[in-house]
């Protein structure tokens, strides 16, 4: 009998997938585990493995295609095997017959609505708001922990419906210039969800900053001290990326409002520390995060990163290496960036923009002396996180950043 092959639910959160690739043509033999397709959802790019050895007997869409999750994508079984077909339209009937199920339909369409509802992850204001102000929860895209949609997602959509009913009067209407000629590149899956992300963080977090230059001359030896015995236990050079994920995480379990969430229910503080470092990628960017960072050694930390950074490069995370994030950090100093705002990553509630260490001159108390600089700043979600707070935390960081030895009070 032949093997069906479905579209995976590759995270808590996925509903459909894009097939953007497919490895192998209808006819051709496959072994078990070997890949099918590749498929993108909002977070990542995965390889879909082989259920079965046989032959590809049928692929039903075509690469592009968006597909629910656990939809039959292809078959895999014996050369010459048939494979099942659509079903066919039944025949005429009558009008008292397609009255009544047309009737049932509805009640049927009805009771499944009101159990895909039920299965989206709401708050119970939440549901409450929708019903009261018919919108389908299907719709929203919910900012709370782990997608949960909480009241501020449903309050969003209601003004965005209420912003779109509105007409400008005739009076009042302007003549539109001609747009500018060019090129027009369709978005890519993830340059959309990332743009949806940002404006909705903007939008939901009320942002301030926090900027800390700090002297990073201790930073630099310790990155130089660290290299033979990092490189010798796990053949990798550390970064100051890495250095900081460890620091970052020391200053963190000081401050836990940095690295909570806030929801309708109160605010959420986590367990762990799971830093999330923002990756460039052709077409965009992705955060993989270091789970449990308090738990481990810079060179456990470099060893991991580098995996989480290669493979996130080469699409090939997994849902979870990219989710559960508490907090983030954006290094843009290997590019000579001096200092950027960043904006957090929803549903954190902040995120550390770091520049590049440059000479500088720099009043000791006696001369003015070349020492090495960085420049740091602080996304803040104002919700949680009051100034004073965010102040300290910095100043804690600084310390940390430039007497090492602080790491083991």
Not at 202 to 210: A, L, Q, S, Y
Not at 283 to 288: A, T
């Given at each position: 009998m032949a093997k069906e092959v479905i579209m995976p639910k590759l995270g808590l959160t996925m509903e459909e997938g894009v097939i953007n690739k497919w490895f192998v043509r209808e006819g051709e033999r496959v072994e078990k585990g070997d890949p099918l397709f590749e498929v993108a959802t909002d977070k990542v790019n995965m390889e879909v493995e082989s259920p079965a050895s046989g032959v590809v007997l049928k692929i039903l869409y075509p690469e592009g295609a968006t597909v629910p999750i656990t939809e039959v994508v292809a078959y895999i079984g014996?050369?010459?095997?048939?494979?099942?077909?659509?079903?066919?339209?039944?025949?005429?009937?009558k009008p008292e017959a397609r009255e009544r199920v047309a009737e049932e339909e509805i009640v049927t369409q009805k009771a499944e609505t009101e159990a895909a509802e039920e299965r989206i992850k709401a708050s119970p204001l939440a549901r409450k708001l929708a019903r009261e102000y018919g919108i389908d929860l299907a719709t929203i895209t919910g900012t709370g922990p782990g997608g949960r949609i909480v009241r501020e997602d449903v309050e969003r959509a209601r003004k965005a419906l209420e912003e779109a009913k509105k007409e400008v009067p005739v009076t009042e209407r302007v003549p539109v210039a001609p747009e500018a000629e060019g090129r027009v590149v369709p978005l890519s899956r993830m340059r959309r969800i990332i743009a949806?992300?940002?404006?909705?963080?903007?939008?939901?977090?009320?942002?301030?900053?926090?900027?800390?230059?700090?002297?990073?001359?201790e930073l630099v030896k310790m990155r130089e001290r660290?290299?033979?015995?990092?490189?010798?236990?796990t053949g990798l050079r550390v970064s100051y990326t890495d250095i900081l994920v460890k620091v970052?995480?020391?200053?963190?379990?000081?401050?836990?409002l940095l690295y909570a969430s806030f929801t309708d229910e109160g605010i959420v503080f986590h367990e762990h520390v799971n830093i999330g470092v923002a990756v460039a990628l052709e077409?965009?960017?992705?955060?993989?995060v270091v789970k449990e960072v308090e738990r481990k050694s810079i060179a456990q930390i470099t060893r991991e990163l580098h995996d989480l950074v290669e493979r996130a490069k080469a699409g090939k995370l997994a849902p979870e290496e990219?989710?559960?994030?508490?907090?983030?950090?954006?290094?843009?100093?290997?590019?000579g960036i001096d200092a950027f705002t960043a904006i957090i990553n929803p549903p954190e509630s902040a995120i550390l923009a770091c520049g590049a260490i440059k000479k500088k001159p720099v009043f000791d108390g006696k001369d003015i002396v070349p020492l090495a600089v960085m420049e740091l700043v602080l996304s803040c979600d104002h919700r949680i996180v009051d100034g004073a707070v965010a102040a300290q935390f910095m100043q804690f960081l600084k310390t940390l950043l430039e007497e090492p030895f602080a790491l083991l009070l």
């Open positions: 014996e050369e010459g095997e048939e494979v099942p077909v659509p079903r066919k339209e039944a025949p005429e009937e949806q992300r940002m404006v909705e963080s903007v939008r939901m977090k009320p942002h301030f900053f926090v900027f800390q230059e700090i002297l990073a001359e660290l290299l033979p015995l990092v490189e010798k236990e970052v995480a020391k200053a963190l379990e000081r401050y836990p077409d965009g960017l992705i955060v993989p990219i989710s559960g994030g508490t907090f983030t950090i954006s290094n843009l100093g290997m590019f």
